[in-house]
């Protein structure tokens, strides 16, 4: 027992843990519905767009977090009004503006090399630079997104289930549209540092897949998937410590391993099932 | 519904033109429905059916022209008095939901503040679930129904916020024979207990024996009126561009196009020749 509570003697650590419990929890809570309207690309790609983002804010020396989420929710909203008012198809705007923005911040990255060595922990992620700020502005994020969720969630659930209807309905769905890209953008950020860029599109879509194949019903579906989000975010950075291997690909591997674990099982159970009934 | 709005129609389609691009999909479009008729739109693919419906939701604007629903325009913002049952086959049935999570969406208008639905909108729904005779399938999952029982399921969507007129486009498509007649049943039934009801059908025959008036639309509106005076064969050769020949046995209409005047078997002897 003390063996396992031992890295928690670190405050690197106690900070790290804390952040990937709330932000895979966070990232478990989103992807549910990122999952559902079929935007795991755009979370892919928004997490790539904001890496532009912090960049020029930490060039232009702005709030980290002010800068790299108006960036990312900008990219959101741009993304969406292209594929809407042109024939241009979402995920073709979403290859040009999220890559785009790469772009700036890895020309200015180039530009001033000196930065370099900080910037591996936006693309891989990297415990050691979360500060207990880091875990308090995560947390305030990690709250406000559930609260919303949870104040919005029937509005939510309609809009996305079937958009169309829920306008008919009185669901003013551009709006959703626009708050979903703003809680996307927040949730991404509060990872970024955690998971890096590259990373981030598995935390939001491993749990909720994984949950999906557990749950027909919704408000489980929301439930075990901030679970599963948590869980693993928690087991991932326990293990990291111990096997001495990046926190980031870790949380993500356990989330893959728990994920693959689940649709052995769902196969299995489906193929009983299919056997009962040809009998 | 409030005795002022009496004096007005229920639905009244004024003039209405729109188009997507250049070409027109409605053309000066007018028609009128009073409270407690039920009405069905026919035409063709492509005769605007689907577009007329959606200004009446107020999903699109009109180019010229107006709906009002109650005596109030909608132009593109949709009436409280709508209830709708969308097509079934533009439902994801993938969607991690169950009959009640679907059911208790219809109440959105009247949803309190917090997340859960009160409990007066519970007892709605296990009342709605219960007259549609699908109460034992709350729980189950939209996939794990039959079509008549989905169709049923959207309906008490629909009927959850009580509203005076129910749309539905295309219900009878993608569903059986037996189904379809059912379900224009229940629209039959919902229509004596007072609901306005409009569909949209591609199914002239079903709509003939259970719908009591037609709007023949294409592109223009050709004809309305009730089943015995619309369909006969020059106003359903306007309406479909095709020659169309109508069988009237027994007090049944039936709509078909008209066959070739030859038969597979002289097809295939004119070619051996």
Known sequence: ?279 | MSAANEHFPLVQVENLWFGYGATPVLEDVSFTLRRGQFAAVVGPSGAGKTTLLRLILGLLKPNRGYVTIAGERVNGRPSVHIGYVPQLNAIDWTFPVTVEQVVLMGRIRQAPFWPWYRRQDKARMEMLLEQLGIAHLRRRHIRDLSGGQQQRVFLARALMADPDLLILDEPTAGVDMHTAEQILHLLADLNRAGKTVLITTHDLNTAAAHVPWMLCLNGRLIAQGPPEAVLVEDILNRTYRAEMVVIRQNGLLLVHQKPHAHTYRDLLEGEFS
């Open chain 1, 1 to 279: 027992m003390s063996e396992l509570l031992r890295p928690f003697a670190f405050e690197f650590f106690r900070n790290g843990f804390i952040a990937a419990t709330l932000a895979g929890g966070l990232c478990g809570l989103i992807g549910v519905f990122i999952v559902l309207r079929g935007m795991s690309y755009i979370g892919h790609g928004l997490s790539h767009a904001i890496f532009g983002g912090a960049v020029v804010a930490f060039v232009m020396q702005w709030n980290f977090y002010v800068g790299a989420g108006l960036w990312g929710f900008f990219a959101a909203v741009l993304i969406n009004e292209m594929a809407r008012r042109t024939t241009i198809k979402a995920d073709a705007a979403i290859g040009v503006v999220t890559t785009a923005s790469f772009a700036v911040g890895v020309a200015i990255i180039s530009r001033y090399r000196r930065f370099t060595r900080s910037f591996d922990a936006a693309l891989f992620g990297n415990v050691l630079g979360v500060s207990a700020l880091d875990v308090a502005v995560i947390a305030a994020i990690a709250l406000l997104v559930a609260l919303t969720v949870l104040w919005l969630y029937k509005h939510f659930l309609f809009a996305t289930f079937d958009a169309e209807t829920a306008r008919v309905y009185g669901v003013h769905t551009a709006w959703i549209e626009t708050l979903f890209a703003l809680l996307l953008a927040a949730a991404l950020i509060a990872s970024l540092q955690l998971l890096g860029v590259t990373l981030i599109a598995a935390a939001l879509v491993i749990p909720a897949i994984t949950a999906r194949l557990i749950t027909d019903d919704f408000d489980h579906l929301l439930l075990l998937s901030t679970l599963i989000g948590a869980v693993t975010g928690a087991t991932g950075m326990l293990l990291s410590f111990y096997a001495d291997v990046a926190s980031g690909a870790t949380i993500v591997l356990v989330q893959a391993g728990t994920f693959g674990t689940v649709l052995v099982w769902a196969l299995l159970k489906q193929l009983a099932q299919g056997q009962a009934r040809h009998v």
